[in-house]
């Protein structure tokens, strides 16, 4: 029996900050989230699959999919003619509501509703085989639905499709052991984006998403292709991504130019060209510091990225950052101020009440409760006033 | 450092004088004029050098009028109770310092020791209160406030705090709270217009499913419309036809009016029956009618008639005939005789052209003179040429024509010939004469030559003879004549002469005639016997005919025949009208029922009209629907373009994640200020909220504690009042805010006494203080003296003071 687990396809996924980019590549990279989904339905074919597990967020958002919804019907017709069938669950971004899904999926298409229930089929091995699952109906879902997904059937082989978040509260919270208690044999998750292998027999996996989605998405992306015989699931990941984000740096020192960053990026840029997938680039100048001030401001004026972004060159620079590096002779000022003092200075609450407008604003909000956002906004603090004080 | 001596060389209108100072504090007395603010602006510029002579600072240069030297010298005693003097002189750049630690002079970068690091400004900024100062208070905000304290604090922190009001502006650059133009605010407004026209985006999921109901019901509202209009064609359809044979349903609907019942219907056979029969009775009649006898003609008739009447008479006459043609020969013999004789005499004369009628026969005597017979021929013959032409053209003619004109020119030829001849001989004779003899005359021989004569004598014998024989014949012939004559009668009174000149044929004629007339009759008869006997037939037939039509007619009752066929025609129209009837409701079938309805053609075409008025609109809205349908079907593909929704999408998540930035870039700045701040706040171990602290008491100790707090809230101060009661600092009356003042700048000169130990000078130019406010103010200077010198000059002496800390300006100047 084999069958693919995929997740997170976001399909109609916005791409931002490209707009420097010339018209096709904006257009590729728009379209990329439906190239991986090809990726994934040509793979099934070819592999002559039993199914193909969705493991939620299909859709970037649920408020104008139709042309995804036509495509995902005609990619699922494909598959019935291959006589795959679809096991599709709704997530956080795609959840179920009135309206939406108009289309009409082909009947070897089964979506499971907001209760958990078990889907079962008999794969072409002859294997009985138990699928359980439940869509999202709401953005966040805060109940334990995992205490919902029976105990393991009268299956040959059974698998638990879960969008959730491991630990997170607002996205149906679970634990490993929790869905280990389950006995099913294999869990696909979905909603975290960066694949991962949380537990090896039975496998409990995060298939991540099918293509990086902005710079944070680092890697290359897919799908797994899972092959189950004789009772050994084999795993085996398959890429999807055409383009691949990642971040990479150069040192700068007080003798380099414009020309001379330009220089040692294009180095940079020349390991990442490949012919399969494109690389987008976030490169980060360390050493900053050291860069005379109109060299500094020649950057922040995007001279350098611009001069990329004409360059046709296969691997694509995306953004470009300054680190500045503290110099402590030039602080003055103990260390152990600033350690002590940054305890009150990166609180969560007082950054959320600094100003209530700004607050008020949901973007701003979401991006407040990152759970990394206090982090990065003290490397970024740092950043500036490193900055600030050497250019002063 | 405890200032404890100032020594003047000249400044102003000091010139060589000297004064020593309380360490705690030192009251310094004087009218106005008097010198104490010269005398506090010597402090100050011993400290931090003299003024410029450029500019409004001249006046405060102070050079001395009278010529002495210009500078002093400020005698201090630090912790340690080590002596330090600052000597300073006119000289370049504020003047020369020369500082002495002890007994020994030390380098002049050693007045920071003093100073704290302080500037001038610093200096008159926080420890000299005077008229001028004052007036900070109005300006005075947290930042300002916490600057200073800062700058006090901890090293480079004024460059630390600058760095951070840097960071601030900077923030205020991305952001601010009731900014307009900020970056980070036009995301957030232009976040707010995306958002918003997206809202106005139809929900796509939802819009498509309204336009596929739409498009449902379009179509179903076509599908009935669609039935309703083949509905109402049929109608149309239907009606019209109807329309179209209403002329013929009229002329049914009346010709069904018509009575064309038949009580006794002609059967066919009685009919053919009655017609052979009525055509037979009438071919006989006319058989009958046409063999009419056979009669003789009149002409026959009468012919015969006559015969009858006069039948002994006829049959004499034809008893007679013999007689007749018997008598008729006879007469035709004497007329051939008399001819014969006639030519005989005419050959003679022919033969004797000299021979005359009048000659006579000579006698002998005479004869016998005539012996000497002269004779003169006159042979003058003349040639008939006319004749002979003639002939000779007939010749011609004979010769070269054919059939009858040929024997016809041939006989003329030949008698052309024959007369010629005949003329030339007569021509011969005639010429002779006898012109000699008297007697011959007289006997009629005139002219003729005696041969002749003589000649003639046998003709005239003969002639004679002849003449004589022609007299008998004709006395015969007259005889004859007279016979014929009465028979010719006879026969012209029974009319029975005719063309013929021959009488026997004349009666052979009638009765032969007669004979064929009487043959003719019999036949007649015969026939008409045979005649009347098929007569005879036909009536009987003919009443047999009569018997059988007769019988017919009776079952009909009719009369006659023509009764028959007027009923026949009748019937026969009758059976027109049935048929056309029929054929009517074979053409209008169901229609007559259907047309039946309708009491008018108007009804019916009304009724049509507004079924065609109806077809039209049907037809119209099937066309509106037509279109409705691709309407929405068009609008559904539009559903289906993303293109600006997609657009709008990649707009929002580019506008967020801008605004993300800005933000971050924002709180980083803003963070890195507060983080600089509060890590200078630690570093200067939170000086500025002790100050706050210390302010607040002094403040509540001046104001005999009707103010117990002071704050400050978004760059303003803030005064809490003993009833909890908050006023603005602008709120407060002159003499309160000069206590506040004083409360803060006392505050802040102590809060970093450790770090600057400078005398505060105190100008009360400005203060209008009553005694009880006066008598606060001593006491909060004594006990601020305890921490840090306090130099206060002022024209009010409270009696309460100590002596010893008093210098009496008008006492010194009167010196």
């Known amino acids: 029996m084999k069958f693919i687990h995929a997740a997170d396809l976001h399909l109609d996924t916005p791409f931002v900050s490209i707009s420097n980019f010339s018209n096709s590549l904006q257009e590729e990279l728009k379209k990329s989230t439906y190239t991986a989904a090809d990726k994934v339905f040509e793979t099934a074919v070819t592999e002559e699959v039993d199914f193909v597990i969705l493991a939620g967020d299909t859709y970037d958002n649920t408020e104008r999919t139709l042309s995804a919804q036509i495509y995902l019907q005609g990619q699922f017709e494909r598959l019935r003619e291959h006589g795959i069938k679809v096991y599709l669950v709704y997530g956080n971004h795609d959840y179920y509501r009135n309206d939406f899904s108009v289309i009409k999926m082909p009947d070897n298409v089964t979506i499971f509703g907001d209760e958990v229930t078990t889907s079962e089929m008999t ?16 953005n966040h879902i805060s109940d334990d639905m995992v205490a919902n997904y029976s105990a393991r059937g009268n299956y040959d082989y059974q698998i638990g499709i879960l969008h959730a978040g491991i630990g997170d509260g607002n996205y149906a919270p679970f634990t490993v052991n929790e869905l280990l208690t389950k006995g099913y044999d294999y869990w696909a998750l979905g909603h975290i984006h960066k694949r991962e292998i949380l537990h090896k027999n039975p496998m409990i996996i995060y298939a991540g998403d099918t293509q990086g989605r902005n710079q944070n998405e680092l890697g290359t992306k ?16 398959v890429p999807s991504s055409i383009f691949v984000w990642k971040s990479t740096g150069i040192t700068a020192d007080e003798s380099d130019t414009i020309d001379s ?14 012919t399969e997938v494109k690389y987008l680039i976030t490169l980060t100048i360390n050493g900053a510091q050291h860069l005379g001030e109109n060299v500094i401001r020649s950057i922040e004026r995007n001279e350098l990225l611009n001069h990329f972004s004409v360059t046709d060159s ?15 002779q030039l602080i003055g000022i103990d260390q152990k101020y600033w350690d002590e003092s940054s305890k009150d200075i990166f609180d969560l609450n007082d950054v959320k009440d600094m100003d209530n407008r700004l607050f008020g604003e949901e973007v701003i909000r979401q991006h407040i409760d990152n759970p990394k956002f206090i982090e990065h906004i003290k490397e970024l603090t740092k950043n500036t006033i490193n900055k600030k004080y050497i250019g002063d | 450092m405890k200032l404890t001596k100032v020594k003047i060389y000249g400044f102003g209108k000091w010139s060589d004088v000297e ?9 310094i007395y004087g009218n106005n004029e008097i010198g104490k603010t010269t005398l506090l602006t010597f402090i100050q510029s011993i400290l931090f050098g003299f003024a410029s002579a450029r500019g409004d600072e001249k006046f405060q240069q102070y050079k001395p009028k009278n010529g002495s030297n210009y500078g002093g010298e400020l005698q201090f005693v630090d912790k340690n109770n080590i002596t330090w003097i600052v000597r300073r002189v006119d000289g370049k750049n504020g003047g020369d310092v020369t500082i002495y630690r002890g007994d020994q002079q030390v ?9 704290g690091g302080f500037t001038k400004e610093d200096f008159v900024g926080s420890h000299v ?10 300006k005075l905000n947290e930042e300002q406030l916490e600057t200073e304290i800062m700058a006090v604090g901890a090293v480079g922190s004024k460059e630390w705090l600058l760095t951070a009001d840097s960071l601030e502006k900077s923030s205020e650059e991305i952001y601010k709270a009731r900014g307009r133009k900020q970056p980070l605010i036009e995301r957030i407004e232009e976040h707010d217009k995306l958002v918003k026209h997206k809202s106005e985006f139809e929900n796509q999921q939802v819009a498509y499913e309204k336009s596929s109901k739409n498009l449902e019901l379009a179509n179903k509202q076509y599908a009935d419309n669609t039935q309703n209009l083949k509905k109402i064609t049929e109608q149309r359809d239907e009606l019209s036809s109807l329309n179209k044979k209403w002329s013929k349903f009229v002329s049914y609907r009346e010709l069904s009016q018509v009575d064309v019942s038949l009580s006794n219907p002609i059967s066919r056979n009685d009919w053919d029956q009655s017609l052979q029969l009525d055509q037979e009775l009438q071919t006989l009649r006319q058989n009958m009618g046409q063999v009419n006898s056979f009669k003789l003609d009149d002409e026959d008739k009468e012919f015969r008639d006559y015969y009858q009447a006069n039948k002994d008479d006829l049959d004499y006459l034809n008893a007679q005939k013999s007689t007749i043609r018997d008598l008729q020969f006879q007469q035709k013999n004497l007329n051939q005789q008399l001819n014969d004789n006639d030519v005989k005499i005419d050959s003679l004369y022919a033969s004797n052209r000299n021979c005359d009628d009048n000659m006579q026969l000579l006698t002998e005597d005479e004869l016998l003179r005539l012996n000497t017979p002269k004779t003169t021929s006159d042979n003058s013959r003349n040639l008939n040429w006319p004749i002979i032409g003639l002939s000779l053209v007939a010749l011609v003619l004979a010769t070269f024509m054919s059939g009858a004109l040929r024997i016809g020119a041939g006989l003329i030829f030949v008698a052309g010939i024959l007369y010629a001849w005949h003329e030339n001989q007569q021509t011969t004779t005639t010429t002779m004469h006898n012109n000699d003899l008297e007697f011959l005359d007289k006997k009629g021989y005139k002219g003729l030559s005696v041969p002749d004569i003589q000649a003639l004598q046998n003709v005239i014998r003969q002639l004679q003879d002849l003449n004589a024989e022609q007299d008998n014949l004709e006395k015969l012939l007259h005889a004859t004549d007279a016979k014929l004559d009465q028979w010719k009668s006879q026969l012209n009174d029974f009319g029975l002469l005719d063309s013929s000149d021959n009488l026997s044929e004349n009666i052979e004629h009638y009765f032969s005639r007669l004979s064929a007339i009487n043959t003719k009759l019999e036949l007649m008869e015969k026939n008409n016997l045979e005649n009347k006997q098929l007569q005879q037939n036909k009536l009987n037939q003919i009443s047999d005919l009569q018997i059988k039509l007769n019988n017919i007619l009776k079952r009909y009752s009719m009369r006659t025949t023509d009764d028959l066929m007027r009923l026949h025609s009748e019937q026969l129209q009758k059976r027109g009208i049935i048929n056309k009837l029929e054929q009517d409701r074979e053409i209008l079938g169901d229609d007559i029922e259907l047309l039946s309805r309708f009491s008018s053609e108007t009804e019916l075409q009304n009724k049509l009209d507004s079924i065609e008025r109806e077809f039209r609109s049907l037809s119209q809205q099937n066309n509106d629907l037509n279109r409705q349908i691709g309407s929405i079907k068009t609008k559904r593909e539009q559903i289906f373009n993303n293109t600006e929704y997609q657009k709008l999408i990649d707009d929002i998540a580019q506008n967020e994640t801008d605004m993300i930035e800005l933000y971050d870039e924002w709180l980083a700045d803003k963070l890195a200020s507060k983080w600089i701040h509060s890590m200078l706040d630690l570093a200067t171990e939170n000086r500025y909220p002790k100050m706050l602290k210390r302010a607040a008491h002094y403040f509540e100790l001046l104001t005999n504690g009707n103010y117990i707090d002071i704050l400050f809230d978004s760059n303003s101060l803030k005064l809490t009042r003993r009833d909890k009661v908050e006023f603005d600092v602008h709120e407060l009356s002159k003499a309160t805010t000069v206590q506040l003042y004083i409360s803060l700048r006392l505050a802040f000169v102590i809060e970093i006494s450790d770090l600057v130990d400078l005398p505060i000078l105190i100008d009360d130019a400005f203060v209008d203080f009553d005694r009880i406010r006066t008598n606060s103010i001593f006491e909060l200077i004594k006990e601020v003296s305890a921490d840090n010198q306090v130099i206060y000059v002022t024209a009010n002496l409270n009696t309460e003071l100590p002596g010893d800390h008093i210098i009496n300006l008008e006492e010194v100047s009167n010196d």
């Open chain 1, 123 to 138: 794969a072409s091995d002859g294997q009985h085989v138990g699928i359980t699952g439940f869509s999202y109906y709401q």
């Open chain 1, 222 to 237: 897919g799908f797994y292709l899972v092959n189950v015989e004789n009772g050994m699931t084999n795993t085996k990941f």
């Open chain 1, 261 to 274: 960053l330009f220089d040692k990026i294009t180095d940079v840029l020349a390991k990442y060209d490949e």
């Open chain 1, 314 to 328: 296969h691997t694509i620079l995306y953004k470009i950052y300054t680190k500045f590096d503290r110099n402590p």
């Open chain 2, 19 to 27: 004064w020593n100072f309380n360490r705690d504090y030192q009251v």
């Open chain 2, 107 to 115: 380098p002049e970068t050693l007045i920071t020791q003093i100073t």
């Open chain 2, 129 to 138: 209160l005077n008229d001028t100062s004052i007036m900070s208070i109005y």
